[in-house]
């Protein structure tokens, strides 16, 4: 066989996704053989029975032969309207239509973003834990990720002096993830205040993932960063994946808000990335003024009686008789990030316990080492499934978390 030369690009050498990594991989050969998993590791609601509202199927059915040709760069003009007035609607000041982008998710969103921003060599703060996209974007478009840690100590809070103290002349951007996935932590006003005013001083782009937006539990209240940011330039991301259930749909939004003059150069860049690719998936995007006029009844999964609020409460009455896990209770978000107990199995190799459980115990997470973070002592399980099905992952990650303090 001649020498092809398909050796991967070496930028993808740093570039890692394990929420569909190699043990999905192992899962669907065990599938395949016939074994029955117990699934927990990935927020795609239909995938457990929960879809989204008729209403959005419909919308798009009824608009399908409308659907056929390219549309334009930015997304259809009625969806971008809609989302103007929804953000409007919640204090924020979008500053008009060519200030929206409709994108296929808002992972697509994400390395537009990065890609029209930065240099090679820039830097920008990232969680730590972070969703793993962000880092591999970063990366990708020859940018360095800083890591702001968001440790369990503190409630998976960011803390703005440790933040500040990472910056430096290369760093472009801030990016937050509220509510957060990996963790379940809510950010609350007077942080995002405090955040707002170090990207003013610092004269850094804020870009906030608010993808979890309306997922919230208890009395969190989620607030949008762009309601608070005024004229520092902010890019907020949102889309129909979570709130509204439809992952499969692929449609996300960006928001850009603050000083139409500063803004204009990075818009303009976004235009021509968003152009190259012609246009977002015509399809869902019929859905958006639909969902959004959803907005404030969809919410009921996490409200008393709702299968996310069962699931978390399942969750934490599990791990609070857990011998060996702890965690930080979910405020937002469709996660939880239990941890090993203090202390306990200080050697303790999460990539391969979760391999281990899924051989032995047949349940498939993501460890948390997947989201960045140096210590290897976290799992990430998602609240989606039945209360009775988180309690039965819990339970057997109970008995291989004793195979593991015996051995
Ligand atoms: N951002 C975060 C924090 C996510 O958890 C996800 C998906 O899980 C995404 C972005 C991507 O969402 P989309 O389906 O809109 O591409």
Known sequence: MPDFRLAPATR????????????????RELEQQGVDLLRINIGNPARFGLHPPAALREAIAAHLHEADAYGHELGLEIAREALIADAAA??????????VFIGNGVSELIDMSLRALLEPGDEVLLPRPDYPLWSAATRLNGGVPRYYDCPASRGHQPDAGEIEALITPRTRALVLINPNNPTGAMYPRALLQQLVALAARHRLLLLSDEIYDGITYDDAQFTPLAALSGEVPCLSFGGLSKLWRACGYRVGWLQLTGARAALQPLRDALQLLAALRLCANQMGQYAIPVALQLRGEIHTLTTPGGRLHATRASLIEGIARSEFLEVVVPRGAIYAFPALRDGLLPGFDDQAFALDLLEHEHVLLTPGSGFNLTDSRHLRLTLLPEPAMMTEVLARLERALARHVEA
Request: a neutral charge; zero cysteines.
């Open 90 to 99: 919640r204090g924020i000041g979008v500053l008009d239509a060519e200030h």
């Open 12 to 27: 993808l050498d740093q570039v890692r996704y394990d929420i569909r990594g190699p043990l999905s991989q192992r899962a």
